[in-house]
């Protein structure tokens, strides 16, 4: 037997239930992973809610984890037992044992501890494709980056100064406009004093700014397409506020020309050699201390519903992880 937090309908964190479980041996292709930690992540709740639809239920919740393979399943090439691994958006995450196929897992460098890449993997991909292929971030980009403080956020704000790039970070609090900045945003806005749209002509002189990175959704809607410059690119990668409405088309014309688009780290990675590159390349950044994944919180794994009504309260920073 194995613990899991399963949820057996959707709903609030009190759906979530510690159980124990049986997940038999590896299948073909299939590792058993005996996990250190889990990720905890904001699609978690979107998942919980019944916002995105899991497959079936009842469901371990949670997608993404890190640990050491105990057992491998027949025709397994890319590890080994006793290889340390980790993975993001594969479902059924928050358990202390998981059968995960193995080509959706890589190995953890020697330099990264296994909690540290459990909190890194799904919010650190998610930088790396945002900002290196969604839009190609230079030197003289310009971009508004919504929750800056969070797990991406803290992420992106690190990315993007190693880039040299200038970020305009927006936040809930003082204190997390600090953090932000201490992250490397080149300006905060507190959104619960300032209006974002109007900062953020002031700050880039009424030009705008070239890629709009928001992951909050419905209120930041349509002001994150107001922030922008002509021609340049809404990026709606999240709704941790509600789910943006459905949108008129012409408003990206009248709004001058505009791009948009809706993408997941799923798409980004469904391919192994797509998976290893952009994992290889967050590693990089990680060992060469461009960026440091801050867990700023650890809950027990039986603890998860807590978990959730903090992140649900806007009251985290940076990574959280649930420890096995
Ligand atoms: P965060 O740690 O960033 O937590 C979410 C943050 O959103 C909060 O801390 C809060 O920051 C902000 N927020 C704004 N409005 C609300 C609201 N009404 N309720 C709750 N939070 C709000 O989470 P993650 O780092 O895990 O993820 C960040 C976002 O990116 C999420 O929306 C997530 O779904 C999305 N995401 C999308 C991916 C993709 O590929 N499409 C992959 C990974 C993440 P503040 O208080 O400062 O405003």
């Known amino acids: ?3 899991a937090v399963r949820i057996h309908t959707y709903g609030g964190p009190e759906v979530l239930t510690y159980e124990q479980i049986e997940i038999g041996e590896p299948g073909p292709g299939q590792i058993r992973l005996r996990q250190k930690a889990c990720g905890l992540n904001y699609i978690d709740c979107y998942q919980r809610s019944g916002s995105y639809a899991l497959p079936s239920l009842p469901a371990v919740l ?17 590890v080994a037992a006793g290889d340390r691994v980790a993975y993001a958006m594969s479902p059924g995450g928050y358990a202390s044992e998981r059968l995960i196929a193995a080509d959706r897992v890589v190995k953890i460098p020697a330099g990264i501890a296994d909690e540290t890449a459990a909190a890194m993997m799904l ?3 998610t930088v790396r494709y945002l900002l290196r292929e969604t839009y190609p971030v230079t030197a003289s980009t310009v971009m508004l980056f919504h929750a800056a403080a969070g797990g ?3 992420i992106a704000c690190q990315w993007a100064r190693k880039i040299g790039a200038t970020l305009i970070g ?3 609090s003082d204190e997390k406009a600090a953090l932000a900045l201490a992250h490397g945003a080149t300006h905060v806005i507190n959104v619960k004093r300032e209006n974002f749209v109007e900062r953020v002509r002031e700050i880039t002189g009424g ?11 419905k209120d930041t809607f ?7 410059r002509p021609r340049g690119l809404w990026v709606s990668f999240g709704n941790a506020s509600g789910k943006v409405p459905p949108i ?3 408003m990206l014309s009248a709004k001058g020309s505009l791009y948009a688009t809706r993408p997941t780290l799923a798409t980004y990675i469904a391919k192994r050699a797509d998976l290893t590159a952009n994992a290889a390349e967050l590693f990089h950044m990680v060992e060469t201390g461009a960026v440091k994944i801050e867990i700023n919180q650890r809950y027990a794994l039986a603890d998860a519903a807590q978990a959730h009504r903090d992140m649900e309260a806007r009251k985290t920073t940076g990574s959280s992880v649930l420890v096995v």
């Open 1 to 3: 037997m194995i613990n």
């Open 62 to 78: 949670g997608m993404e984890g890190a640990g050491e393979v105990a057992a491998v399943g027949a025709g397994v090439t890319e």
């Open 123 to 125: 919010q650190g991909m």
């Open 207 to 217: 030009a705008g700014c070239d890629v709009a990175y928001d992951s909050v959704g």
């Open 152 to 154: 991406v956020g803290l």
């Open 248 to 250: 008129e088309i012409g």
């Open 170 to 172: 927006t936040v809930s």
């Open 222 to 228: 349509p002001g994150s397409l107001d922030c922008l």
